[in-house]
């Protein structure tokens, strides 16, 4: 058995070591990782996806351009073949970008997430198969995530909800609309799809982002700034951006399954008094949007709010940030 973790070998790619010695965590990253990322998927992490009702996905399109995606189904519908293997039998959702990025042979990212215990698992491969029913990924990093900043919630049973592949209310642009806004503007949660194909130990990654509502913020109908809190260390994301600044985000409105996707560039800002000023932030996200989709509940899953991560108590929220700056 061949694992990352009993090798010399980095498991990090030249971005993230890069951003992991911007942050000054280079070592401490390289030891925790050589630990903990695997080229294959141990037991604990194949029983949790196989108990999924949902799964996150990041993937590439013709383009270029990443997206972040969700997948539903009934507990089963991830399965684990094998240790390298990772089966998805699910229909695609209306409107979801994965359909025109899913290919043999293309890179992906997959998360995991278990709301109501804040559970998460990564996988990132690239698919080996394809057929009416799902696809299969061939597993190349396999690993935990910490529960920071995941807000929990409980499932609501939706029995009235039709095919999930149903035609729903689609709208497309390439500038933040108002129902868009407002659904973005109350999130405490999204998920980033980030991509860097070309070079060594590169791939596609999804990875969650949380925060108090109010931590993203609209900066006019194309740009999103969003603070980043002390993480695991990886810097899977920003390693990517650091290379490819393109990403996707996702944002889902759990209580009535609507979804936005978007598409864009990105810049990093390590550090100023934008940075300084906004509680809990080690540095900020900016993203430019170049097109957008909002499908209307879309995503056969319903969820009801239990309580914000503990962890929030010591971030902000650009709302404080405007109060406290000076007049």
């Not at 390298?84 to 970008?97: I, Q």
């Not at 509502?213 to 999103?224: E, N, S």
Request: some cysteine; overall charge neutral.
């Amino acid at each position: 058995m061949s694992d990352l973790a009993s090798t010399s070998e980095s498991p990090f790619h030249a971005g993230e070591r890069e951003a992991q010695r911007l942050a000054g965590v280079r070592d401490r990253a390289e030891r925790a990782g050589q630990r903990a990322i695997r080229d294959y998927m141990p037991e604990q992490h194949r029983t949790f996806f196989a108990q999924l009702p949902m799964l996150l996905v990041g993937s590439v399109d013709d383009a270029g351009r990443p997206w972040a995606s969700v997948l539903a189904g009934s507990p089963g519908f991830v399965s684990t073949p094998d240790e390298r293997r990772l089966r998805v039998a699910a229909t695609l959702l209306f409107g979801d970008p994965l359909g025109s990025t899913r290919a043999v042979g293309a890179d992906i990212g997959a998360l995991g997430i278990e709301l109501h215990t804040r559970r998460r698992n990564r996988v990132n491969g690239r698919i080996t198969a394809l057929d009416a029913h799902g696809f299969e990924v061939r597993v190349t990093q396999s690993f935990g995530n910490c529960p920071q900043y995941i807000q929990t919630r409980t499932g609501v049973p939706t029995p009235d909800i039709d095919d999930p592949g149903a035609a729903r209310p689609l709208a497309q642009f390439d500038t933040l609309d108002a129902v868009t806004h407002d659904l973005i503007a109350g999130a405490d949660t999204l998920f980033i799809a980030s991509a860097f194909t070309n070079g060594p130990g590169g791939g596609v990654d999804v990875s969650h982002r949380g925060g108090k509502p109010g931590f993203v913020r609209i900066d006019g109908g194309h740009t999103l700034t969003i603070p980043d809190f002390t993480g695991n260390s990886y810097f899977n994301t920003l390693g990517n951006l650091a290379l490819n600044p393109r990403a996707g985000l996702l944002f889902i409105d759990f209580a009535d399954g609507t979804l936005v996707y978007l598409t864009g560039t990105t810049e990093i800002i390590w550090e100023g008094t934008e940075v300084q000023v906004f509680q809990g932030a080690q540095r900020l996200l900016r993203f430019h949007l170049k097109e957008g989709r909002r499908v209307q509940t879309a995503l056969p899953l319903r969820w009801s709010f239990g309580e914000y991560s503990p962890l929030l108590a010591r971030t902000g929220d650009w709302n404080g940030v405007r109060q406290s700056a000076p007049r």
